[in-house]
C-alpha cells in the first residue's frame, strides 16, 4: 500500500488573485526555446493556437490583467523625469 502525500500550498501566491498555488512538486514556468526549423504552416498554426489562448486568457483575466497594467503605469508616472539644460536637444 502506497501513501500519498499531500501537497503543501505555496508559499508565493498566485500575483494576479493572491491565492496560495498548490505545490504539485513542477515548476511555475517550464523555459523553451523555439525551434528555428519550424515550417510556415508549423508556425503558423502554432501561432493561431497562442492567438487563441490570449484570447482566452483576456477572458478569464481581462480585468485584472488591465488593473495590474494600469497599478504599473501609474507608479511608473509618480517618478519625475528629470532631464538636465545641457542635455535638452534644442
Known sequence: MTKHKRHKQSRHPCPL???PRPNT????AIPFGIPAYWSSETALAIFAF????RYIILAVYGT???DAARQRCQSALTEP???PDDELPF
Request: charged residues 20%; contains cysteine; glycine residues 6%.
Open 25 to 28: 512538486g513542477l515548476p511555475t
Open 50 to 53: 497562442v492567438d487563441e489562448m
Open 81 to 83: 523625469v528629470v532631464i
Open 17 to 19: 488573485c493572491a491565492e
Open 64 to 66: 485584472h490583467i488591465h
